[in-house]
């Protein structure tokens, strides 16, 4: 019995000393990056001053238990991030202190130790070697499924003064949205969307498809929107050797040639289930140059990237963007191979305030996860030949009607309180009478349309101008809503010169019979004067915006166009297009131009300046992506060449038409991206015109009176300068980026770009339409043996959205009496981009 009780006395004794051994303090939290809110792993924590710390988890996380505080400071010391030091209450038992670290600008040749071999140079040495098997994109074939989540958020927000404003109180319900979690940063969440989709991939031949099963968006219903959300347009790939960032190509930190534009260190090695992980951050070389600032985590038996997060540096030449994060997560498949698992994208835009010196702050989060992983399996491969999907992306019918239920099931994370309240909210602003007149305004300003229910009125800047023939011109365009009819659009306008007191006008309708892929109808009748514009972004002559950007000395050229044309597009899934076109026009030119008068009708009656004709146009352009309005749409272009093939006849004896000719035409474009070099613009083409035809049925080459730049056009030519039967030319813009601007340390903090063009036709006229169109009174030119040649360069993202071009006129040689105006010319324009 007494045993017993000595055991027990032990145990007790024991008991009183371990308790007196127990933590009597606490301290925990987590370590995050402040811009994309990701964890960071085995982060080193220290009590300042003390020999007392760790390191968090692979959550991110720590916990000290402690007899006692060594330091009223915990700091954290991560490369690549600044130093953070928080306060620590050295009485609570408890507490919680979270770290969320900013990304330092700092060179990681401030870290740097002398050493005869570079050890992060023969990993990442390794890394590239190994790209070729650890990239996703190897395959020969793979699916997933794939979760997109994207959300626009305002930020800085001052949910005081705006339930104050007069403008914002109306909406005083939506700053009950706003998260003011965070004390300092408060934000309103504005605009969500998520998508669910299976993507399939084949490499040989490559083909990508992508079957957007479920899709919903907070205030936008737009099918090219939804399709642009989903994961096909958004994809990027550590792997490559240029990383796409908005409409910029930034270098890979694993670039086959890493070493040129950036600093590596190792910085950690961790062990996670067993297997061993190196970290390795890397830092710009040089300051300016679209590079990255970062960290990889490689998994050292394959070479393979395991994490990766790259942050945009504050003087990367990117313009209303100050901060950009991309985050990458890959997981292991049972295979061994790695494949993607998650990415992020964290963006905080500015724009423009009223107030002086004031902007408005946003940040962009899109999140996306890979599930449901399939690699080489015929089951991918079968998709391509299903004819049930014909394009490269395919929004189901019930993919944005999906009930919430479904949502619940299918998305990786539950939305968070704010997110939830997103599409409400959104509804809710909709309907508001108020709310609706604010976007009508901004859209009135923007675009130029006011509606009026089933009809808008617009654009406003064609209504009035000012040329010397018509002298003081008023005009009003009136076209249909989707409140008339969803697929028939009807457009019209009547102007007045109030010199040469003449109506003039149009009117045309256009059917639309399918819109994926697009079929339609369109007929029109037009009355008007020939305003010189051609393409779709050109300033033509008949706008308020030209008054003042005329060349001086250059009269005015004019003919009046009696047109009626009718067409038929079709348009296949393959980007095969063909349009056939009926038109009939009479044309009336006024002097300097030969007139009617040197044109006296035919012996039949017919009249020559009058054409009835019909023209087939082909059009081949793989993968063009649109961006769909109500009725027109407008290219986003092609990551592939645009070909694009005209034939067409003049038929005599129709509608009193006197023209008998054929005509070819040929034109081949393309957008190439050449990084680290900007990118490339061509468009090369050609044409021929069999027949004797007046001037006005002839090639004359576009040129621009304008100080105001054209793309498209010759800017040191005039119009009706040259005229052709027969030509061939091409059309170069190179966007360089910083260029030169780059090394010069006043300029380079301008964000100022650089570019080069040129453009050039060569071409002729038969001695028949020499014949008939030259010495009529008006001094036309030919291009035979002296092709026309004209190069330029400039500066643009001036003040972020003005573009200078300086153009040279290299040939035709220089006449004796030929002003210095006609060689050289300085012309502005404007380009808003990233």
Same mark, same amino acid.
């Given at each position: 019995?007494?045993?017993?009780?000595?055991?027990?006395?032990?145990?007790?004794?024991?008991?009183?000393?371990?308790?007196?051994?127990?933590?009597?303090?606490?301290?925990?939290?987590?370590?995050?990056?402040?811009?994309?809110?990701?964890?960071?792993?085995?982060?080193?924590?220290?009590?300042?001053?003390?020999?007392?710390?760790?390191?968090?988890?692979?959550?991110?996380?720590?916990?000290?238990?402690?007899?006692?505080?060594?330091?009223?400071?915990?700091?954290?010391?991560?490369?690549?991030?600044?130093?953070?030091?928080?306060?620590?209450?050295?009485?609570?038992?408890?507490?919680?202190?979270?770290?969320?670290?900013?990304?330092?600008?700092?060179?990681?040749?401030?870290?740097?130790?002398?050493?005869?071999?570079?050890?992060?140079?023969?990993?990442?040495?390794?890394?590239?070697?190994?790209?070729?098997?650890?990239?996703?994109?190897?395959?020969?074939?793979?699916?997933?499924?794939?979760?997109?989540?994207?959300?626009l958020d305002m930020k800085s927000l001052n949910k005081e003064k705006l339930s104050r404003n007069r403008f914002t109180k109306p909406?005083?319900?939506?700053?009950?949205?706003?998260?003011?979690?965070?004390?300092?940063?408060?934000?309103?969440?504005?605009?969500?969307?998520?998508?669910?989709?299976?993507?399939?991939?084949?490499?040989?031949?490559?083909?990508?498809?992508?079957?957007?099963?479920?899709?919903?968006?907070?205030?936008?219903?737009?099918?090219?929107?939804?399709?642009?959300?989903?994961?096909?347009?958004?994809?990027?790939?550590?792997?490559?050797?240029?990383?796409?960032?908005?409409?910029?190509?930034?270098?890979?930190?694993?670039?086959?040639?890493?070493?040129?534009?950036?600093?590596?260190?190792?910085?950690?090695?961790?062990?996670?289930?067993?297997?061993?992980?190196?970290?390795?951050?890397?830092?710009?070389?040089?300051?300016?140059?679209?590079?990255?600032?970062?960290?990889?985590?490689?998994?050292?038996?394959?070479?393979?990237?395991?994490?990766?997060?790259?942050?945009?540096?504050?003087?990367?030449?990117?313009?209303?963007?100050?901060?950009?994060?991309?985050?990458?997560?890959?997981?292991?498949?049972?295979?061994?191979?790695?494949?993607?698992?998650?990415?992020?994208?964290?963006?905080?835009?500015?724009?423009?305030?009223?107030?002086?010196?004031?902007?408005?702050?946003?940040?962009?989060?899109?999140?996306?996860?890979?599930?449901?992983?399939?690699?080489?399996?015929?089951?991918?491969?079968?998709i391509f030949s299903n004819k049930r999907y014909p394009e490269s992306v395919v929004v189901l019918d019930s993919a944005r009607v999906?009930?919430?239920?479904?949502?619940?099931?299918?998305?990786?994370?539950?939305?968070?309180?704010?997110?939830?309240?997103?599409?409400?909210?959104?509804?809710?602003?909709?309907?508001?009478?108020?709310?609706?007149? &604010? +976007?009508?305004?901004?859209?009135? /300003?923007?675009?130029?349309? #006011?509606?009026?229910? @089933?009809? *808008?009125?617009? !654009?406003?800047?064609?209504?009035?101008?000012?040329?010397?023939?018509?002298?003081?011109?008023?005009?009003?365009?009136?076209?249909?809503?989707?409140?008339?009819?969803?697929?028939?659009?009807?457009?019209?306008?009547?102007?007045?010169?109030?010199?040469?007191?003449?109506?003039?006008?149009?009117?045309?309708?256009?059917?639309?019979?399918?819109?994926?892929?697009?079929?339609?109808?369109?007929?029109?009748?037009?009355?008007?004067?020939?305003?010189?514009?051609?393409?779709?972004?050109?300033?033509?002559?008949?706008?308020?915006?030209?008054?003042?950007?005329?060349?001086?000395?250059?009269?005015?050229?004019?003919?009046?166009?009696?047109?009626?044309?009718?067409?038929?597009?079709?348009?296949? &899934? +393959?980007?095969?297009?063909?349009? /056939?076109?009926?038109?009939? #026009?009479?044309?009336? @030119?006024? *002097?300097?131009? !030969?007139?009617?008068?040197?044109?006296?009708?035919?012996?039949?009656?017919?009249?020559?300046?009058?054409?009835?004709?019909?023209?087939?146009?082909?059009?081949?352009?793989?993968?063009?992506?649109?961006?769909?309005?109500?009725?027109?749409?407008?290219?986003?272009?092609?990551?592939?060449?645009?070909?694009?093939?005209?034939?067409?006849?003049?038929?005599?004896?129709?509608?009193?038409?006197?023209?008998?000719?054929?005509?070819?035409?040929?034109?081949?474009?393309?957008?190439?991206?050449?990084?680290?070099?900007?990118?490339?613009?061509?468009?090369?083409?050609?044409?021929?015109?069999?027949?004797?035809?007046?001037?006005?049925?002839?090639?004359?080459?576009?040129?621009?009176?304008?100080? &105001?730049?054209?793309?498209?056009?010759?800017?040191?030519?005039?119009?009706?300068?040259?005229?052709?039967?027969?030509?061939?030319?091409?059309?170069?813009?190179?966007?360089?980026?910083?260029?030169?601007?780059?090394?010069?340390?006043?300029?380079?903090?301008?964000?100022?770009?650089?570019?080069?063009?040129?453009?050039?036709?060569?071409?002729?006229?038969?001695?028949?339409?020499?014949?008939?169109?030259?010495?009529?009174?008006?001094?036309?030119?030919?291009?035979?043996?002296?092709?026309?040649?004209?190069?330029?360069?400039?500066?643009?993202?001036?003040?972020?959205?003005?573009?200078?071009?300086?153009?040279?006129?290299?040939?035709?040689?220089?006449?004796?009496?030929?002003?210095?105006?006609?060689?050289?010319?300085?012309?502005?324009?404007?380009?808003?981009?990233?």
């Amino acid at each position: 019995m007494f045993g017993w009780k000595r055991i027990i006395a032990i145990i007790i004794g024991v008991s009183v000393w371990c308790s007196e051994l127990k933590a009597q303090y606490k301290v925990s939290g987590v370590v995050k990056d402040a811009h994309s809110q990701e964890i960071i792993p085995f982060a080193p924590l220290q009590f300042e001053h003390t020999q007392t710390g760790m390191v968090t988890n692979t959550e991110g996380k720590y916990m000290f238990e402690l007899n006692v505080i060594p330091s009223d400071t915990l700091l954290v010391r991560v490369m690549g991030y600044t130093i953070l030091r928080m306060p620590v209450n050295r009485q609570l038992k408890e507490q919680v202190i979270n770290f969320e670290l900013t990304r330092s600008d700092l060179s990681l040749k401030t870290y740097e130790v002398k050493a005869n071999v570079n050890f992060a140079l023969i990993l990442l040495k390794q890394i590239v070697k190994h790209k070729p098997e650890n990239n996703y994109n190897r395959l020969d074939n793979y699916k997933y499924e794939v979760y997109n989540k994207l959300e626009l958020d305002m930020k800085s927000l001052n949910k005081e003064k705006l339930s104050r404003n007069r403008f914002t109180k109306p909406f005083a319900f939506i700053l009950n949205n706003i998260d003011s979690t965070s004390e300092d940063k408060p934000f309103l969440p504005i605009f969500l969307t998520e998508s669910l989709s299976d993507y399939y991939f084949q490499s040989s031949p490559h083909k990508t498809k992508e079957i957007i099963k479920a899709a919903r968006t907070s205030g936008i219903d737009n099918e090219s929107v939804t399709k642009f959300l989903g994961g096909m347009y958004q994809n990027i790939n550590i792997y490559d050797n240029f990383i796409p960032v908005f409409d910029k190509q930034f270098v890979s930190p694993i670039h086959h040639n890493g070493a040129f534009y950036y600093d590596y260190k190792i910085a950690d090695t961790q062990y996670v289930s067993g297997q061993r992980y190196i970290k390795l951050n890397f830092t710009p070389k040089r300051k300016g140059e679209n590079t990255f600032i970062g960290d990889l985590w490689v998994h050292d038996t394959t070479y393979a990237v395991q994490k990766t997060t790259l942050s945009v540096p504050k003087d990367a030449n990117l313009n209303f963007v100050r901060r950009v994060s991309v985050i990458q997560e890959f997981r292991q498949m049972p295979d061994s191979s790695w494949f993607l698992y998650k990415d992020k994208f964290i963006a905080d835009f500015w724009a423009p305030s009223p107030k002086p010196g004031k902007t408005f702050e946003f940040i962009g989060r899109k999140t996306t996860t890979y599930d449901n992983v399939v690699t080489s399996d015929t089951s991918v491969t079968n998709i391509f030949s299903n004819k049930r999907y014909p394009e490269s992306v395919v929004v189901l019918d019930s993919a944005r009607v999906r009930k919430e239920s479904f949502w619940q099931d299918n998305r990786p994370d539950s939305l968070s309180k704010n997110e939830m309240n997103i599409y409400k909210m959104v509804d809710t602003l909709q309907r508001m009478p108020l709310f609706q007149k &604010y +976007s009508n305004t901004i859209k009135f /300003l923007a675009t130029g349309y #006011k509606p009026f229910g @089933p009809i *808008e009125w617009g !654009p406003y800047y064609y209504l009035f101008s000012k040329n010397r023939l018509e002298g003081f011109r008023l005009r009003l365009d009136l076209g249909t809503t989707q409140k008339f009819n969803k697929d028939l659009y009807l457009y019209g306008y009547l102007a007045y010169g109030f010199d040469d007191k003449v109506f003039k006008g149009k009117i045309s309708g256009l059917w639309l019979l399918k819109r994926h892929p697009r079929m339609y109808i369109y007929g029109a009748y037009t009355k008007d004067l020939d305003n010189g514009s051609h393409y779709y972004d050109e300033v033509g002559t008949d706008n308020i915006f030209t008054l003042a950007i005329r060349k001086g000395g250059i009269p005015q050229k004019f003919l009046m166009i009696q047109e009626q044309r009718l067409e038929f597009f079709k348009e296949y &899934y +393959s980007g095969f297009s063909h349009q /056939l076109s009926l038109i009939h #026009k009479q044309v009336r @030119p006024y *002097e300097p131009l !030969p007139t009617a008068a040197f044109y006296p009708k035919l012996v039949n009656g017919r009249d020559p300046l009058t054409n009835t004709e019909v023209e087939l146009k082909l059009r081949y352009a793989f993968h063009e992506q649109f961006l769909e309005g109500s009725y027109y749409r407008i290219s986003l272009g092609s990551k592939y060449p645009i070909t694009e093939l005209k034939l067409a006849v003049g038929i005599p004896g129709i509608g009193n038409s006197g023209q008998d000719y054929q005509r070819v035409t040929l034109s081949v474009s393309d957008n190439v991206k050449l990084p680290p070099f900007g990118s490339l613009y061509y468009n090369v083409f050609g044409g021929k015109i069999f027949g004797t035809v007046p001037y006005t049925s002839l090639e004359v080459h576009p040129g621009n009176e304008m100080y &105001y730049y054209n793309k498209y056009a010759f800017n040191m030519m005039n119009r009706f300068e040259f005229i052709s039967d027969q030509y061939a030319g091409f059309n170069v813009e190179h966007t360089i980026g910083n260029g030169i601007f780059g090394y010069i340390p006043l300029i380079k903090k301008l964000k100022w770009r650089q570019f080069w063009t040129a453009k050039g036709v060569i071409g002729s006229l038969s001695d028949a339409n020499k014949q008939l169109n030259l010495n009529k009174g008006y001094t036309f030119k030919t291009l035979e043996g002296d092709p026309y040649l004209e190069v330029g360069t400039g500066i643009e993202n001036i003040f972020k959205f003005l573009r200078v071009d300086f153009v040279w006129r290299v040939t035709p040689g220089q006449l004796p009496d030929e002003p210095a105006s006609k060689r050289f010319g300085v012309f502005g324009s404007f380009k808003l981009q990233f």
